[in-house]
């Protein structure tokens, strides 16, 4: 029996599926470490510097899907995804902290699952901007952009589908409702401080022209 043609073949496939990898893999850490590296940035208000990295996190992900174009299952293995799942959540932060109109899946280019994903670890950013409101006295943006996480949240909670499907956001979800709980309890205190402070001020002023 001649195996020769078939050895050939199949060393081949895994030559060109293993150098797939070995460039989708990189291009994905790239993309996940940029996309962390703009969301710091955000939080800082460096939003040039955010744009910047965000876009070196988008070439990074074409770079790496590109290699992976005619490899499916390469493409599918998972860490590509997580870096569409990072850069997602990048986009949508800086829409959050930003003010800008939410992006869709389609706007920001990645599958449904990663974007889902992005958007409920784009809930713990939130939730970080509003205690950097409330610690510099900002109640009403605060209460805003907890407006905003809630309205997000109301998208998550009805993606009742499989894990498998979804990469498990029902516990992504789950995370994304005990942060919003935890951050609404958080602006209600800061909520009856500043009443308590307005409150006390003008009592403050009535007495000065008495």
């Not at 599918?76 to 800008?100: M, N, P, Q, R, S």
């Not at 990645?110 to 958007?119: E, F, R, S």
């Amino acid at each position: 029996m001649d195996l020769d043609g078939l050895t050939d073949d199949l060393h081949r496939r895994f030559d060109e599926k293993t150098a797939a990898r070995e460039h989708a893999l990189p291009a994905a850490r790239r993309a996940i470490r940029a996309s962390a590296n703009a969301i710091r940035a955000i939080h800082r208000a460096e939003f040039d510097a955010a744009r910047s990295l965000i876009a070196d996190a988008r070439g990074e992900l074409d770079g790496g899907l590109a290699a992976v174009d005619h490899q499916p299952d390469v493409r599918f293995a998972g860490y590509l995804l997580d870096a569409e799942k990072e850069y997602a959540e990048a986009c949508i932060t800086f829409a959050l902290v930003h003010g800008d109109p939410m992006p869709t899946p389609i706007e920001v280019r990645v599958g449904d699952a990663p974007y889902l994903n992005g958007m409920a670890e784009a809930i713990g950013e939130g939730r970080r901007f509003i205690l950097d409101l409330l610690r510099l006295g900002d109640v009403t943006r605060a209460e805003r952009v907890l407006a905003d996480l809630e309205d997000l949240y109301g998208v998550l909670v009805t993606m009742d589908y499989p894990d498998a499907i979804t990469m498990n956001l029902r516990r992504s979800t789950d995370v994304a409702r005990s942060l919003i709980e935890k951050t609404r309890g958080d602006l209600s205190i800061a909520s009856v401080q500043r009443d308590i402070q307005r409150a006390l001020d003008e009592h403050a002023r009535r007495v000065e022209g008495a």
